[in-house]
T-cell receptor, first 113, second 118 residues
């Protein structure tokens, strides 16, 4: 049973536009959410996180939105750059146990010029 | 500061063999986790070690095991390899400061060990 779902396996966006990556979760015990980015032949790297006490967190071009009632979060990248092309993984955990992350299956983002 | 180091990076085994993968965490990081990445399945949690003790375990068969040493280095072992064990095995370490929203519990991943089972 996939507790964290990324229903779009791929997304293609033009440079300068907004990229929106979506993630849904089913476990109401999750209260800490993260986004990781992965380039080929490298391990995932942390991008941004949000706890359930917030509904938005920003870091430069990256913003994560959390809708607890809908069990949905999204990552916005504005403006998108070609270097953002990578696989993005959504992950969730309980704040009491943030070392056990449940990951989604990933969304491959391609930003074209 | 050195990152998470995993060895070997690539290896090929045959069915029935066993394999041991190694992970050296970032200096000062006390928690080490292991994940399996396969196409279409994302990253699946295997287990997590802290102070030489397994603290969390995922839903993998007993053929998958691990351990952590006193210097926080970790190994994972897969016995009686099956074709389906072909995957990228990722190790991650963290400071393990619970209750923080500062990102202190962010996992830092290594580049992974890509295992191919023939």
């Amino acid at each position: 049973d996939q507790q964290v779902k990324q229903n779009s396996p791929s997304l293609s966006v033009q440079e300068g536009r907004i990229s929106i990556l979506n993630c849904d979760y089913t476990n109401s015990m999750f209260d800490y959410f993260l986004w990781y980015k992965k380039y080929p032949a490298e391990g995932p790297t942390f991008l941004i996180s949000i706890s359930s006490i917030k509904d938005k967190n920003e870091d430069g071009r990256f913003t994560v939105f959390l809708n607890k009632s809908a069990k949905h979060l999204s990552l916005h990248i504005v403006p998108s750059q070609p270097g953002d092309s990578a696989v993005y993984f959504c992950a969730a955990s309980a704040l009491s146990n943030t070392d056990k992350l449940i990951f989604g299956t990933g969304t491959r983002l391609q930003v074209f010029p | 500061k050195a990152g998470v180091t995993q060895t070997p990076r690539y290896l090929i085994k045959t069915r029935g063999q066993q394999v041991t993968l190694s992970c050296s965490p970032i200096s000062g990081h006390r928690s080490v986790s292991w994940y399996q990445q396969t196409p279409g399945q994302g990253l699946q949690f295997l287990f997590e070690y802290f102070s030489e003790t397994q603290r969390n375990k995922g839903n993998f068969p007993g053929r998958f095991s691990g351990r952590q040493f006193s210097n926080s280095r970790s190994e994972m072992n897969v016995s009686t390899l099956e074709l389906g064990d072909s995957a990228l095995y990722l190790c991650a370490s963290s400071l393990d400061e619970t209750g923080s929203d500062s990102g202190a519990n962010v996992l830092t991943f290594g580049a992974g060990s890509r295992l191919t089972v023939l």
